[in-house]
């Protein structure tokens, strides 16, 4: 009896279950390839260049509730949609947090952006209570034409948010056309948001 046929089973066996074994490790390895690029994100001191998958599309579709209590010239001050952001103008949407401390460095900046851009800029306060909203605002400045809430941070995810604080630069078409990642500084507004939003602008005028 010939045993010919037991050893090329035995030698397809190895082939085999390295097969097997590649389409196991595939998905470890992308998400490893993924993990590094955050990491070297993270650690090369400019987190905006993390992955964004929305650029260039529009804003998810997203309501955000107003601030409960916030007044300007004793008027409530409004929420907003994602319909607010398609009006033929370019925006800025900034997710804040009374208790993040990188948003409390970035305020004035935020200021100093609306006062030199003109455009408008849209706040979402983040998993924050109302009365803390309103304390940070009222303490540092709202340069906001709109405040909405997030309070369970689902819309965040929609949005892609890494963490507090995030911006995003919207053309006039309700697109995501830029997306900074972490506070902004003077650096990065100089550098980034003024270009951005610059662009953003040309390219509504084409």
Known sequence: M?????????????????????????????FAAIAALFAFALTSGDPSKLPSALIG????????????????????????????????KISVVNFWASWCVPCIEEHPLLIALKERTGVAVYGVNYKDQPEAGRRFLGRLGNPYTAVGTDRAGRNAIEWGVYGMPETFVINGRGEIAYKHVGPISKESLEAQLMPAIAAAQASAQN
Do not use: C, H, N, Y
């Open 2 to 30: 010939s045993l010919e046929p037991e050893a090329d089973k035995l030698q397809a066996r190895p082939s085999g279950i390295r097969k097997r074994f590649g389409w196991m490790a595939a998905p470890f390895l992308v």
């Open 57 to 88: 599309r529009p804003v998810p579709q997203t309501t955000f509730p107003p601030l409960e209590g916030l007044l300007d010239q004793g008027q409530p001050v409004p929420g907003f949609a994602a319909a607010d952001l398609a009006q033929g």
